[in-house]
């Protein structure tokens, strides 16, 4: 079947920032601070013990923060909350060679984003990228979803709204277990943006940066 739509994670995937990753941890940290009394090395040792328990329950790589907060008492709208007061534009640089392989691809197929970022946050990161809302036909954000990725429901809001066959879709993201293993089980294609290769039955194609997938996307039809 041919491919008609493109779907993205945002945060590791459209753009690769570790200063904004701390900007959130640290604020989801305060937050896990004030609600648990705990500080310093005592809370460090808190999340350490949750990321653990995430890890044995299948995330081999970084869980999702949303799964870690929730694991940690905090609700969603503290979550989000307290990660929304840091602006993307802080940390998050224009990226034109982005902007113009997503127009190109645009030409061809349908785009999506499928993000847990909420849709304050993603506005902000698509500002900082230099990229208009209008590339994207679908935006699914923390705000329209009621169980986020790796929820297999998330994955199918997506199909629903472009209006395609999962085989005709391909997910783009940087973590196996939360963007690209739930998108397999229900019959999408899947890349993963690494700079190490993958060994995973869950991932068809790796790439560095999203720009390549331009002249790769025929390897995967
Ligand atoms: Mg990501």
């Given at each position: 079947?041919?491919?008609?739509?493109?779907?993205?994670?945002?945060?590791?995937?459209?753009?690769?920032?570790?200063?904004?990753?701390?900007?959130?941890?640290?604020?989801?940290?305060?937050?896990v601070?004030?609600?648990?009394?705990l500080?310093?090395?005592a809370?460090?040792?808190?999340?350490?013990?949750?990321?653990?328990?995430?890890?044995?329950?299948?995330?081999?790589?970084r869980?999702?923060?949303?799964?870690?907060?929730?694991?940690?008492?905090?609700?969603?709208?503290e979550?989000?909350?307290?990660i929304?007061?840091v602006?993307?534009?802080?940390?998050?640089k224009?990226?034109?060679?982005?902007?113009?392989?997503?127009?190109?691809?645009?030409?061809?197929?349908?785009?999506?984003?499928?993000?847990?970022?909420?849709?304050?946050?993603?506005?902000?990161?698509l500002?900082?990228l230099?990229?208009?809302?209008?590339?994207f036909?679908?935006?699914?954000?923390?705000?329209?979803?009621?169980a986020?990725?790796?929820?297999?429901?998330?994955?199918?809001?997506?199909?629903?709204?472009?209006?395609?066959?999962?085989?005709?879709?391909?997910?783009?993201?940087?973590?196996?277990?939360?963007?690209l293993?739930?998108?397999?089980?229900?019959?999408?294609?899947?890349?993963?943006?690494?700079?190490?290769?993958?060994?995973?039955p869950?991932?068809?194609?790796?790439?560095?940066?999203?720009?390549?997938?331009?002249?790769k996307?025929?390897?995967?039809?």
């Open positions: 079947m041919p491919i008609r739509a493109l779907v993205f994670d945002v945060e590791g995937t459209l753009f690769k920032s570790k200063s904004l990753t701390d900007a959130y941890r640290n604020q989801v940290l305060k937050l601070s004030e609600k648990s009394g500080n310093g090395e809370l460090l040792k808190e999340v350490r013990r949750v990321i653990s328990e995430l890890r044995r329950e299948g995330y081999d790589q869980p999702p923060s949303t799964l870690i907060a929730e694991r940690l008492g905090v609700t969603r709208e979550f989000y909350r307290a929304d007061e602006n993307p534009g802080d940390h998050v224009p990226d034109p060679e982005l902007v113009s392989a997503l127009k190109e691809m645009k030409r061809t197929f349908k785009l999506a984003v499928l993000t847990n970022l909420s849709r304050k946050g993603l506005t902000g990161v500002r900082a230099g990229l208009s809302e209008d590339v036909d679908v935006m699914l954000t923390a705000d329209d979803l009621e986020l990725k790796p929820h297999i429901s998330a994955f199918k809001r997506v199909l629903e709204a472009l209006k395609v066959n999962p085989e005709e879709v391909v997910m783009v993201g940087d973590i196996v277990a939360s963007d293993a739930p998108a397999k089980i229900l019959g999408m294609k899947t890349v993963l943006v690494s700079d190490e290769p993958a060994n995973s869950h991932v068809d194609l790796t790439v560095k940066h999203v720009a390549e997938l331009k002249n996307i025929s390897l995967l039809q």
